[in-house]
């Protein structure tokens, strides 16, 4: 059963940086797609960034416009997303989310709900 834990979220100040880690373990497919999704208070879940397990994929929300990385190589099971020069608007809960097989091919990009397996979240506060 395919499990993910997130951490590394924590309270920064504006144009502080932060790195999230995303820890995977149980693929039953050997192609997938892994995202950070995030919630703001108030507001619905929005996907930040996706990569596929080959590093083919890759997608950027527009609002990170160049600030947020995916380091790593996701041939080895690494999905951090490094955040640099947060703003306070980039506060929320990170998710990091898993869609295996076929579908992942085509899941960069889409919304929330394209994506079955979920973690539990890490707290991203950034202050002003």
């Known amino acids: 059963q395919l499990q993910l834990a997130e951490s590394g979220g924590a309270s920064v100040q504006s144009g502080g940086s932060l790195r999230l880690s995303c820890a995977a373990s149980g693929f039953t497919r050997d192609y997938y797609a892994v995202a950070w999704i995030r919630q703001a208070p108030g507001k619905g879940r929005e996907v930040v960034s996706c990569?596929?397990?080959?590093?083919?994929?890759?997608y950027y929300a527009d609002f990170v416009e160049g600030r947020f990385t995916i380091p790593g190589d996701p041939t080895t099971n690494i999905f951090d997303l490094q955040m640099n020069n947060l703003k306070p608007e980039d506060t929320g809960l990170y998710f990091c989310?898993?869609?295996?097989?076929?579908?992942?091919?085509?899941?960069?990009?889409?919304?929330?709900?394209?994506?079955?397996?979920w973690g539990q979240g890490t707290q991203v506060t950034v202050s002003s």
């Open positions: 990569i596929t397990s080959t590093g083919g994929i890759q």
């Open positions: 989310a898993v869609e295996e097989g076929g579908r992942a091919r085509a899941v960069c990009g889409e919304g929330p709900s394209y994506f079955s397996s």
